[in-house]
């Protein structure tokens, strides 16, 4: 219900705009130590890898495989060797019947193609959690399908990982199932820092909730770096949207970008990495992504792991472009009163809508007009659907006055989201068996589930909670059918109450 209350207001919108580390030791030590570092040179250095995934598929997700193309090209101007780079995207964005630049991808309104020379390490269905987790571990016999390449990094060396998708509390999505659980990338961390196999490692994430990857559950000493787009419990932004002022050019009808993805990346381009410290980024996508300090279309970047890393020039991470050798330090943002929200950015799991939207609303011959309206409404269709079964699973445990405060509360800052991964997996499997796959969308229930297990209920609780809540009639499975006539009949109704 809360998405079509979305969408209605997307719509109106869219009506009405039509170092080095810095030591702590006397002089005499930094001659010592500057001496060791020039005589080491490159071994010192290390070599730069790098792994980027975008973790969702489909034409009304552009803007994911976009900042992952986008970000191809930044660390390949920094002098990174596509050997070293990992590339994870589903591909099938550039020649999507849909696209209207066919063979090109932008980032940007009126920006550069993106696409060129991106390695395809991992499309399609190649791009599996365990596939991730093998590219992290350098483990080539673990992967299956896909190129094959993986981080074999060693001790010296540097390692970043960047990726762009849909979340929810704990889990990244995935385009392929399963998705990725926290609990888990954790522990491949983990196993990688134990391996000894890489020097410091910088992680950045996009998606929703993005924070409940890693609050209360990376721990510090492992020299990994993290920040993310949003605090534990908040929404993560799309950018370069259709609702926006100027919008894109007409003809993409999707959003280009995700907003503290783009802040970063445009950041990076715009600096001399040699003098930026991630520090610096930091502070500088923060203010970015906070939408001018409202935070009203915009979110909390965090930060986690070992933060003292922060120090270090991006350049070890992401290279450096000769091209901006000259640019000085980067001028690093004030904090000021919060101005009025530019109201510009689109939620993540709002972006799908805005798409389907545009694409009815462009579509002009009968047919085609007729099958874009079905997809919004089947999608929103799903939507309730998905929304009313946590709502009545919540009522059943808790009672109606407390469902959905138990439901979505929300643990202390550092305190890990559920004590019981194990729980939390087979909660939403039994979701599934009774009510069908969680989807993209679903993750938003992530919470839900947890504080099931956080409450102690155990699993045949929760396997009648869901036979009550999606014990479907035959009549009733319709709504998951787009074909049959009932289904038709009601979207045709809901396509007119949206066309003013
Ligand atoms: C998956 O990997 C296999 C093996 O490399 C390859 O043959 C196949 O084409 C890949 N699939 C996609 C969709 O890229
Ligand atoms: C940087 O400045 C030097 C000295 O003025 C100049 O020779 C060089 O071309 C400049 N580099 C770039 C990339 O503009
Ligand atoms: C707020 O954000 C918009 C869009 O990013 C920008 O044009 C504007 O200058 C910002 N500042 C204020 C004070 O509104």
Known sequence: MGSVQGLLRLLLLSLFAASSFSRMH???????????????????????????????????????????????????????????????????????????????????????????????????????????YAAILGDADATKGGSGKVVASGPNDHVFIYYADHGGAGVLGMPNDPILYADEFVDTLKKKAAAGTFKKMVIYV???????????????????????????????????????????????????????????????????????????????????????????????????????????????????????????????????????????????????????????????????????????TRTIAHRMHVDNSIKLIGDHMFGLDTSLLRLKAVRPAGQVLVDDWSCLKAMVRTFEASCGPLTQYGMKHMRAFASICNAGIDLDTMKKATSQACGFSETDTDLRTADSPRFSASAKEFVKTIEF
């Open 26 to 132: 006397s002089p005499w030590d930094d001659k010592i130590a500057m001496q060791t570092e020039e005589e080491a040179g490159e071994i010192e250095e290390g070599v730069r890898w790098a792994i980027l995934i975008a973790g969702s598929s489909g034409y009304g997700n552009y803007r994911h495989q976009a900042d992952i193309c986008h970000a191809y090209q930044i660390l390949k101007r920094g002098g990174l060797k596509e050997e070293n780079i990992v590339v994870f995207m589903y591909d099938d964005i550039a020649n999507n019947e849909e696209n209207p630049h066919r063979g090109k991808v932008f980032n940007k309104p009126y920006g550069p193609d993106v696409y060129p020379g991106v390695p395809k390490d991992y499309t399609g269905e190649n791009i599996t959690v365990s596939n991730f």
């Open 206 to 376: 996009e998606a929703c909730e993005s924070g409940s990857i890693f609050d209360g559950l990376l721990p510090t000493g492992l020299n990994i770096y993290v920040t993310t787009a949003s605090d534990p419990d908040e929404n993560s932004w799309g950018t370069y949207c259709p609702t926006m002022i100027p919008p894109p050019p007409p003809e993409f009808g999707t959003c280009l970008g995700d907003l503290y993805s783009v802040s970063w990346m445009e950041d990076a381009e715009m600096e001399n990495l040699k003098k930026e410290t991630l520090n610096d980024q930091y502070r500088i996508v923060k203010s970015r992504t906070s939408d001018n300090d409202t935070y009203m279309t915009g979110s909390h970047v965090m930060q986690y792991g070992d933060i003292e890393i922060d120090a270090e020039e991006v350049e070890r991470y992401l290279g450096f472009d000769p091209a901006n050798e000259n640019v000085t330090r980067p001028e690093l943002p004030v904090s000021k009163a919060p101005a009025t929200a530019s109201g510009m950015h689109v939620m993540q799991r709002e972006a799908e809508l805005l798409h389907l939207w545009h694409k009815y609303h462009k579509a002009v011959d009968g047919s085609k007009k007729e099958s874009a309206g079905m997809e919004l």
